[in-house]
Structures are given as structure tokens and as C-alpha cells.
């Protein structure tokens, strides 16, 4: 039996897109044959479907807190147990101090220890063998410290292959920066020091392989996965619904955080109120924390606002302002994306200029007419679809967005059906096998032959 062993230290619960990376991995990998079993955080206790085999393990905070890439804290390069060493006398003394006044529970050589531990622990449970093939679905520089101190505690039992996916930029456009060189530094050091496994390096985005290349790793770019919506594929097959009778319905997909453009949602419902959601021309749905929402809608907007928990899938009601105030299940989430006649992204750019969205993803494979910044990875996807236009619009500032819709009101009917044709593309290059095959992950049948 070959096994694919998944890793996701951030998964805690069935939404968000860690699970689903998880589970269209586990997909993907049974369909080329492979056992599967996931490793969660310990937080992570749902009752899921049986296909995907979870074991809570892990017990550290988020480790993606101490990289040095541009979401972490970190300063300077780190030893195996986390030791600040790549830097200069100063360098290195400045981050020891800041370590220090850390938390206990958070404390960077704590979390390396902790982490290590647990995997190591787990991967002992499952009997590992040099067999066996581990994936660090969603990686960075600091876990990779940890990896390396598991993968050489286990000597010649561990897997003989590790796959390590990026998904976060490691610098704002300057390579030649000390957080950037140390960055590669600390990278190269860690892969050095694993013992007898290969770690092999993988981005999520041609651009953030570039990144890696600027600090001198080699990872190889692979198609992020996505979940395939055959309905949705089809839908031009029996022609357009109507849909000048009611509002398109504008969905902003994913809790907000920063550099989701939360800071801009305010305004974007002011500027187009009036002249699009009172005039009933286009509806907007979106989800906010119970506890902020309020702080963040309008309020003229209020008595136009419905707040739902749950997604009523039987619903057709489009109120001016929807908004849902709890997680929703993978299901639920799912189903809200079929209901979008427009994908909206107040993404910042600088963000997500090397960054995948899945969320793009999910909107383009249901043929949904998207509106994207400009410079960054999700302008290179409409470029790549066809240009400004074809697909979606790109704007530079939130300014441009009302011009947008009123453009989008005159050509939606034939950017629908361009987007619904241009669904079958993205669904067979994003889909869960074409990443595992990306990464060198080839079918049991061709790996038993080879070995």
C-alpha cells in the first residue's frame, strides 16, 4: 500500500481554504492510487466524511508568525532549534531580545521543539517507512526548521520523499533585501539538514518561484487545485437564465481581513448605494464577523440589510446587503459561490503580487464574471484568459469599481458565456491530480513499476 501522508498544522475546523487544500490533496491522491491520511491540528475534532482519514496532532501556534517572508516577525536567519545566527553581532542580539519578551507558548524555539515532536510522534504512530511520500501542504521557512529537526530525529525510517508547498510572498519586490537573504539562507539550511529524506520545494504561483529564485532556492510552480463544479460548467449548455429582472448579485467570498481590502468594503457600499443597490441593479452578499459587521456597513444601508447564519440554498430573494455573520460549511460556502453573478476583489495588489487566491479560482471554474486589481497574480489571470474584458475587468483604483459595473450591466450576457467557456480550462489545469503530478507525485501503477 502506498501512502500519501498530507500535513496542515493550520487546519482547526471543516471551513476555510487549509481543509479544502486538504481535502482536494486527498482527492487528487487517491485518484492516483494512494492511501491517504491528513495530519490537523488538535483543535480540528469534526465529524467528516470517512474518505478523508484525520488525525489532530499538532499542538503549536501558527508558525507562519515567526517567517521571514513578508507575513512573519522574524528578522534574522535561525539555527535547527531556532536560534537567531544568520544575522551580525547586533542583528542576531536585537532578535534574541524580542524573542525573549515573547510568550511562553509562543516562543519561536518552543514552537520548533513542539512542532517537531508532534510530528515526529505521529509519523512514528503511522509506522512511516522510506515508502511513504510526506506533503507539507501549506509551508514556510520557519516550519521547514521543525520539519528538518523530525525528519532527522526518525533517520532511516523517514519518507524518502517530502513535498513542501509555499503559498506566501518572501519579500514586497526587493530580493537584495537582509529579510529576503535570509530568507533563502535559513531555507537551504534547513533542506541541508533533514537526514536521509528529500525535500523537494513548490509555489502556488509561477510568480512566487520567481521570489524563490531571486534568493537562490529552486521551487518549481504547480497548479493550485480546485474544486470542480459541473453544473456550473454546463449551465451554457441550456442557455442563459434571465436575469434582467432582477439585481446581479455581486459576492465578496471570504471572511475580510487586511489584505482582503476589509478597510475598503465601507466605502465601496457607499460609493455605489445609490446609483446600483437602491436602483436595484445589482445586489451585494459578503461575510463579516457577528461583531464587526455593523461597525463596517453603512448606516443608511441597514434598513436594507438582511444578516443570515446559513446559506438558504432555496432562497431568491436578493436583498440590497446580505450578509453572513458565522462560518459556513464547505457545503454552504459552495453553494453561495454558485449564487454569484459577479466575483468582486478589494484584494491589495502589493499583497498578493506573488499570491494565489483560491477564491479567484473558484469564481473563474464556475464561470462567474470576476472585477480583479491590477498588478498582481489575479490581473495575471484575466490577462491570461484573454485581456481586460474578457472575463472580468481590472481596475487600478476602488474608484473605478462603479464605472465597472455599469460597464458590466451593458456586457455581462456575453462576458457570462466567455467565462462559462473558459470554466472547462481552469477546471482541467487546476484540477487536484494535475498538482500532484506537478509536484513529481506520479500514479501508483507508474511509481510501483519504477521502484
Known amino acids: 500500500m502506498r501512502r500519501l501522508l498530507f500535513v496542515d498544522d493550520n487546519i482547526r475546523s471543516l471551513d476555510g481554504h487549509y481543509f479544502e487544500l486538504a481535502t482536494l490533496l486527498c482527492d487528487g491522491a487517491r485518484a492516483l492510487g494512494y492511501h491517504t491520511e491528513l495530519a490537523t491540528h488538535v483543535d480540528f475534532n469534526d465529524a467528516i466524511d470517512s474518505n478523508v482519514n484525520c488525525h489532530p496532532v499538532f499542538t503549536a501556534r501558527p508558525m507562519l508568525a515567526w517567517s521571514l517572508g513578508v507575513d512573519g516577525r522574524s528578522s534574522v536567519s535561525r539555527d535547527a532549534v531556532g536560534r537567531p545566527v544568520g544575522g551580525n553581532v547586533f542583528e542576531n542580539l536585537a532578535q534574541r531580545l524580542r524573542d525573549r519578551i515573547t510568550s511562553i507558548e509562543r516562543h519561536p524555539q518552543r514552537l520548533i521543539r ?15 517507512t522510506t515508502a511513504d511520500t510526506l506533503v507539507i501542504n501549506t509551508g514556510n521557512d ?23 508547498l509555499f503559498h506566501f510572498a518572501v519579500h514586497n519586490g526587493d ?3 537582509r529579510r529576503a537573504r535570509y530568507f533563502g539562507e535559513q531555507v537551504r539550511s534547513a533542506v ?19 521570489q524563490f529564485r531571486s534568493v537562490g532556492l529552486d521551487a518549481d510552480a504547480i497548479p493550485y487545485p480546485t474544486r470542480s463544479r459541473a453544473s456550473a460548467l454546463n449551465l451554457f449548455e441550456y442557455g442563459d437564465t434571465c436575469v434582467s429582472s432582477l439585481p446581479l448579485k455581486i459576492v465578496l467570498a471570504g471572511l475580510p481581513r487586511r ?25 451585494v452578499s459578503l461575510q463579516l464577523a457577528e461583531k464587526k459587521w455593523k461597525r463596517i456597513v453603512p448606516e443608511s444601508l441597514l434598513p436594507r440589510c438582511v444578516v443570515n447564519r446559513a446559506v438558504n440554498q432555496s432562497s431568491v430573494s436578493r436583498p440590497a446587503l446580505e450578509i453572513f455573520t ?89 462576458m457570462r458565456q466567455r467565462a462559462r467557456r473558459y470554466a472547462s480550462q ?8 494535475c498538482a500532484l503530478t506537478a509536484m513529481g507525485i506520479k500514479p501508483v501503477s507508474q511509481a510501483s513499476a519504477a521502484a
Open 114 to 128: 513542539q512542532w517537531s515532536q508532534d510530528l515526529t510522534a505521529w509519523l512514528h504512530r503511522s509506522s512511516v
Open 142 to 164: 520557519f516550519t521547514l526548521l521543525a520539519l528538518a529537526n523530525s525528519l532527522r530525529t526518525l533517520g532511516k525510517s523517514a519518507p524518502a520523499q517530502t513535498h513542501v
Open 175 to 177: 530580493p537584495a533585501s
Open 192 to 210: 541541508q539538514d533533514a537526514g536521509s529524506s528529500k525535500i523537494s520545494l513548490h509555489t502556488s504561483t509561477e510568480p512566487l518561484s520567481a
Open 259 to 283: 489584505e482582503k481590502g476589509a478597510k475598503s468594503i465601507a466605502r465601496l457600499l457607499l460609493m455605489i448605494e445609490q446609483p446600483f443597490l437602491d436602483a436595484r441593479r445589482f445586489s
Open 326 to 414: 458565522s462560518h459556513l460549511s464547505t457545503p454552504e460556502y459552495q453553494s453561495w459561490l454558485d449564487s454569484a453573478d459577479v466575483g468582486l476583489f478589494l484584494y491589495d495588489s502589493s499583497r498578493y503580487v506573488a499570491r494565489c487566491s483560491g477564491v479567484l479560482l473558484e469564481m473563474l471554474i464556475r464561470g462567474v464574471p470576476v472585477i480583479v486589481p491590477d498588478g498582481c497574480w489575479l490581473e495575471d489571470q484575466i490577462r491570461i484568459a484573454g485581456g481586460d474584458g474578457s472575463v472580468g475587468y481590472i481596475y487600478e483604483s476602488i474608484d473605478e469599481i462603479p464605472a465597472l459595473l455599469d460597464r458590466m450591466l451593458i456586457e455581462y450576457e456575453s
Open 426 to 433: 481552469v477546471a482541467t489545469r487546476h484540477h487536484p491530480q
